[in-house]
């Protein structure tokens, strides 16, 4: 599908109209009080992200694998994001860089930090 046609334009909005009445149920007025709203396809994560066919992360089946932790081969090197644990998702991304930056400096030295 052509991302610049009406068809798909239509398809955007009629995929993002299940996630409009999942919210519309918790906050009626949800519509109104956004000013500003972006529906992403996997075609807009392949163009914008970058990512192969807009894959939302690496593909893990559940009770079979884990997705990789933050270390990698190269010394001071480490990773954070949706392919790292915990895994795909934003809050899973925030708690991944959360864990990469405890692993740099734990909690330990956060508390020695504040009681200097």
């Not at 955007?12 to 918790?26: D, F, G, H, N, T």
């Not at 996997?42 to 893990?60: C, K, V």
């Not at 925030?94 to 508390?111: D, F, R, V």
Request: charge should be positive; include cysteine.
């Amino acid at each position: 599908m052509d991302r610049r046609s009406q068809e798909y334009a239509q398809q955007k909005s009629l995929r993002a109209e299940v996630m409009w009445q999942a919210l519309q149920r918790i906050i009626p007025d949800i519509r109104q009080r956004c000013d500003v709203t972006l529906v992403g396809t996997p075609l807009t994560h392949e163009r914008y992200l970058r990512r192969h066919r807009g894959s939302y992360g690496p593909a893990i089946r559940a009770g079979v694998g884990l997705f990789p932790s933050p270390r990698t081969p190269i010394p001071g090197l480490l990773c954070c994001g949706d392919s790292t644990f915990p895994g795909i998702g934003l809050p899973a991304v925030a708690a991944s860089g959360m864990m990469t930056a405890n692993t740099i400096a734990p909690i330990h030295k956060h508390l020695q930090m504040l009681n200097l």
